[in-house]
């Protein structure tokens, strides 16, 4: 397996999916699942030869060929064999350091649509939140249709975004519970107020409130606060902006000011 800096994004291959396997031992070609089967096939009308790029969700991709003419062959159930290995694996190494986001849930289908945006955006946790003002609530039944429903989203946004990693979506959570959090895997947090500092990612784990804000035992917990502005945010709002924020200056698309000299 070699290493490449960058990823699928820059081959512009004409789509991304995430398979299972990306070397079948005695396979010539690849799995694809019967739903993104369906979306290269007759959603994007991919044509016999065009290139499309595969991940395991996990770090690894590799080069393929959309092989049209396999289209009727099932492998076994719900799985279709249509994509020619074209290139090595290739290992691309996670950006560091890993970006979280927390956010309150939201009504209707808000909850999924921020999901969407953080999993394009490139963050690698996203932990929905139960707070004090918390409006939604889910129960056990309701939470596990929920996060099937949250990873297909999270996939679906990683392919058209081009990651080869899926972000880890974790359970509802209550905000009291993030402390715990802090000293396992998710590093520093941070909970984005109004009139906080300026987010930075010496703390790349940020919790976004509800539309009522945080209560006063919330912002008790001991986290230092920071801000993705001056305005008034929606919930959905501050934790894309959040997000944007934290992914540009990891990525070094976003310049930090110039330390002004005496």
Known sequence: ???LAGGPALFGAAAHVFVVELAPRGADLLDVDERDFHHLANVMRLREGEIVTVSDGMGSWRRCIYRAHFSAEHDHANHFRALE?????IF???AQPPITVGF????GDRTEWVVQKLTELGVDRIIPLITQRTVVRWDEAKIERQMQRLGLVAREAAMQSRRVRIPALHEPVRASAVAEMMFHSCGDAAMLERGGGPLSLATPFVLVGPEGGWTPEEAELGMPLVAAGDAVLRSETA???AASILCGLRAGNIALPEPLSG
């Open 239 to 241: 934790a894309v902006s």
């Open 85 to 89: 290995p074209a290139g090595p694996v």
């Open 104 to 107: 309150s849930l939201l009504k």
């Open 92 to 94: 691309s190494a996670a």
């Open 1 to 3: 397996m070699s290493q």
